[in-house]
């Protein structure tokens, strides 16, 4: 085992990220909106649920049946959605506020090209264990934008 965390996945530049940002940006704003509504309809459910006794004679338990199943579905379009990223080589990391990462290397090291909705291009990168706390941005001096990061594709 080489210790590289993106052995046989492809990797980005900031060009590559941001080429593919169209369809990123369009999956992960269906991806955010959608999470953003199932969320705020689980927490309805929660509360309309909490300290009810479902039986036969619930006048709203049909509805509440069809609630669930309808976030059910709704969570397996969610599902769909972050695979079809997990497909590009983008790794999501906050579906209601619309975060996702690009592996990459600069430096000869891992790190990850940081994009979030609504901003215009990938323009911050942090180390593996940083997370978006520790987003950095990219500048003219920094290696991602140069030939320390490599485009390379798994088998």
């Not at 790794?91 to 090209?113: C, H, S, T």
């Amino acid at each position: 085992m080489s210790g590289d965390p993106f052995e046989g996945r492809k990797t980005f530049t900031v060009e590559s990220a941001n080429a593919a940002l169209p369809l990123v940006r369009a999956i992960v704003s269906d991806l955010a909106q959608l999470s953003r509504e199932v969320v705020e309809r689980r927490d309805r459910l929660s509360l309309l649920l909490a300290g009810r006794e479902r039986g036969s004679q619930d006048l709203y338990g049909e509805e509440l049946t069809q609630i669930e199943e309808e976030l059910e579905k709704d969570s397996r379009r969610l599902q769909e959605y972050v695979e079809e990223l997990r497909q590009l080589g983008v790794e999501p990391k906050n579906g209601p506020e619309g975060l996702v990462d690009f592996p990459a290397v600069m430096d000869g090291r891992p790190v990850y090209l940081c994009w979030k909705l609504g901003e215009p291009e990938v323009l911050h990168w942090h180390d593996l264990d940083a997370g978006f706390r520790g987003r950095q941005p990219l500048t003219a001096g920094t290696a991602a934008e140069g030939p320390g990061v490599e485009d390379s594709f798994g088998p």
